[in-house]
C-alpha cells in the first residue's frame, strides 16, 4: 500500500541521517550496508514525504512526545504502560499523569527484571499490575515496550517501538535524547493489536504486592543492569 511505502522511505531516510551525522570510521560497515541495501531496493530512495505513522527521536530531533501529545485528545479513558527500564525520578509517567485526564493509568511489570525506582510505589494515580506471568516457561524478561491509549469505544492508539517509559527516551530532545523510533497505528488496528499480543488481559493480572515492591526495590538497590541480551517478548496469538 501506497502509505506503508511512504513509511518505509521515511524510515530509511532517516536512518540514513542518524549515519552520517555519526563519525564515519565508526561506523563504515553501516554505511556499506546502507549502499548495498539502497542497490537492492531502489524504490527506499522515493518520495521526501513525512510518515504520520513513524516518529523518531535524537539529533537535532524534537522529542517523541511533543510530537504525539498534539495527536491525541487529553480526555482518556485508560492508558496502558509497558517497558522494563524507568528513569529514577518517574518524569515521563508524571508527564503522562499531568497531560492526560484519566486516573486509569496501568502499568504491567515482570517484578523479577524490571528496573523501577522505589517512589513509583506513591505515585497517585497509576495501577501497577503484576506481568511475571508472562515469563513462566522462560529465564527471560519483559522487553515489550508500548503504550496503548483508549480516548473512547471508536478511538484509541498503540504506540510502540524502541522506547521505554522514560525520561531519556520520550521527553529529552536534540543532544540530550536517546535515538529512538516508534510506530502508531490507530482505532480497530490499536485495539486488535493488543488483543493479538495479549496486552488486554494484563490489565486483569493481579496488583503488585507488598513482596513484590520489596523484590522490586532490592532490584533497583542492587543496581539492576539497565540492558539485558535475553528478553522474552510479547508473540501474537496464533
Known amino acids: 500500500q501506497e502509505e506503508h511505502l511512504t513509511d518505509f522511505q521515511y524510515v ?24 548495498r541495501l539502497s542497490e537492492l531496493a531502489p524504490w527506499l530512495n522515493g518520495e521526501k514525504a513525512s510518515s504520520k505513522r513513524i516518529f523518531f527521536a535524537g ?28 528513569d529514577s525520578k518517574m518524569e515521563f509517567i508524571k508527564k503522562v499523569i499531568t497531560n492526560f485526564n484519566t486516573k486509569n493509568v496501568i502499568i504491567p511489570i515482570d517484578v523479577n527484571t524490571v528496573s523501577l525506582p522505589p517512589i513509583a ?9 503484576d506481568a511475571s506471568h508472562l515469563a513462566k516457561y522462560s529465564k527471560r524478561y519483559l522487553h515489550a515496550k508500548f503504550i496503548y491509549i483508549r480516548e473512547d469505544k471508536s478511538n484509541s492508539r498503540f504506540i510502540s517501538g524502541s522506547a521505554n517509559p522514560s525520561k531519556p527516551a520520550w521527553l529529552n530532545s536534540d543532544d540530550q535524547a536517546n535515538t529512538e523510533c516508534v510506530c502508531m497505528i490507530e ?25 513484590d515492591w520489596d523484590t522490586i526495590n532490592k532490584n533497583w538497590d542492587n543496581n539492576l543492569p539497565t540492558e539485558h541480551e535475553d528478553s522474552f517478548k510479547i508473540y ?3
Open 121 to 129: 510505589k506513591d505515585i497517585t494515580g497509576v495501577s501497577f499490575v
Open 59 to 86: 539529533k537535532s530531533e524534537k522529542s517523541i512526545y511533543s510530537k504525539l501529545l498534539n495527536k491525541i485528545d487529553p480526555d482518556v479513558k485508560e492508558i496502558i504502560i509497558g517497558g522494563a527500564f524507568f
Open 187 to 211: 482505532n480497530e488496528a490499536a485495539n486488535t493489536a493488543i488483543k493479538q499480543l495479549g496486552i488486554d488481559e494484563l490489565i486483569r493480572s493481579k496488583k503488585i504486592s507488598k513482596v
Open 236 to 238: 501474537p496469538r496464533k
Open 12 to 35: 530509511w531516510r532517516k536512518l540514513s541521517n542518524i549515519i552520517n551525522e555519526c563519525n564515519p570510521s565508526n561506523y563504515e560497515d553501516y554505511n556499506n550496508l546502507l549502499g
